[in-house]
């Protein structure tokens, strides 16, 4: 069920290889969410962007009020891109994306895409908070985006009803759709129970999917209680799962993001599992890498040595309008050995100055 279409536009092409695309804008979370953050609320233009591979960039701007636009011809092609901004007066107040698809035809494009405000969070809550609802209680879990624009969420941990409770690591997924701001299972699942993982979409040789890696889980089947490093990645992608082992141990508490350059998956630091007095810490580079879809080791150690709880983000500098690629850690705990000990009492984190907001060394990436 869809919460509110603040327009229907069809944008129209004519003429050999082109094709028509269809966009729908969803401007609600939810049915009865509240509306006090209205992506239209003053709104009285729309402006479409398209871009693509070998296709000049079209900007065409429609009054809301008009309800339909007409763009230029959308010729065939990959990497489409379509970009609505709404508009008060010369400035933008919402905003929405396609990301990009590929318009091979014969066949239309039809879109949906949500429309949010600009820095602010979209209310997703009805009156009986029926659709911010999970199916399932869980804590420790990791969130990516589906290449439709819906976010699975994997795993985590739960408690039972016992006295005192049980802790249960969780193998199960779900799936919440902006378009309905619903939560739903999604089946079949992973195969490993983990917690406090990292979960990234990736593209890789068998297309757009979600890769979970590292974390916590049960040693057994049973899923309660006593927790190891998980070693087993897991692809999801076209509705299936595909466990990819790496040549490394299992890792826990690592970083990760995706080099925005090479399209790799980076799992980097990390520790042999949860946080007890002696447990190894790692300084090395684990990545999955999209062109084969596999997990590789990093030929060469971390410039700044074992290291964990690290935070990882992909850098996004362009050079001559290329990426330049690479992965940023900050805010690690830097130990002196390849373990962690007991810190004394009043004791805190050591923080690296040397790795703070330094990149990743390339020979500690995959080749580009």
């Not at 398209?50 to 809301?64: F, M, R, S, Y």
């Not at 826990?252 to 990390?270: F, P, Q, W, Y």
């Not at 030929?299 to 500098?317: E, H, I, K, M, Y």
């Not at 690479?326 to 040397?354: C, I, N």
Request: hydrophobic share 45%; aromatic share 4%; charged share 15%.
């Amino acid at each position: 069920m869809r919460a509110a279409a603040a327009a229907a536009l069809v944008l129209f092409g004519c003429g050999p290889a082109v094709l028509g695309i269809d966009v729908e804008l969803i401007t609600m979370a939810c049915p009865g969410a509240a509306y006090d953050t209205n992506p239209l609320a003053g709104v009285t233009q729309l402006r479409f962007g398209l871009t693509g591979d070998g296709l000049e960039a079209q900007t065409l701007t429609v009054a809301l009020a008009k309800g339909s636009a007409q763009l230029p011809n959308l010729p065939v092609g990959r990497n489409r891109r379509l970009k609505v901004e709404a508009l008060v007066s010369a400035s933008v107040r919402a905003r929405a994306d396609s990301g990009k698809f590929d318009a091979p035809g014969p066949a239309d494009v039809h879109l949906r895409l949500f429309l949010r405000n600009l820095d602010a969070f979209s209310p997703a809550g009805d009156s009986a908070a029926a659709c911010t609802h999970m199916t399932a209680p869980r804590a420790g879990h990791a969130m990516a985006l589906l290449p439709d624009g819906r976010v699975l969420i994997s795993g985590g941990f739960s408690f039972d009803g016992n006295t005192p409770p049980n802790l249960i690591y969780r193998d199960d997924v779900e799936v919440f759709d902006p378009a309905t701001g619903g939560f739903a299972p999604l089946s079949p699942g992973p195969l490993a129970r983990r917690a406090g993982h990292a979960s990234l979409s990736v593209s890789g040789a068998s297309g757009a999917g979600i890769l979970l890696a590292g974390g916590e889980g049960p040693p057994d089947a049973a899923g309660v209680n006593k927790a190891v490093a998980v070693r087993p990645f897991e692809l999801f992608a076209n509705g299936l799962w595909t466990e990819l082992t790496p040549p490394s141990a299992a890792r826990t508490h690592a970083a990760a993001a995706v080099d925005l350059k090479t399209g790799a998956a980076l799992i980097a630091g990390g520790q042999s599992g949860p946080d007890v007095p002696g447990v190894s810490v790692y300084p090395t580079v684990t990545y999955f890498d999209p062109a084969t879809n596999s997990v590789q080791d990093a030929a060469l150690p971390l410039r700044a040595g074992p290291l964990t709880d690290a935070v990882a983000a992909a850098r996004g500098n362009l050079s001559a309008g290329a990426q330049r690629g690479g992965v940023v850690l900050a805010g690690v705990l830097k130990v002196a050995s390849s373990t962690k000990s007991r810190l004394p009492a009043g004791a805190g984190p050591q923080m690296s100055p040397e790795i703070c907001a330094r990149t990743l060394p390339l020979a500690s990436r995959p080749p580009t």
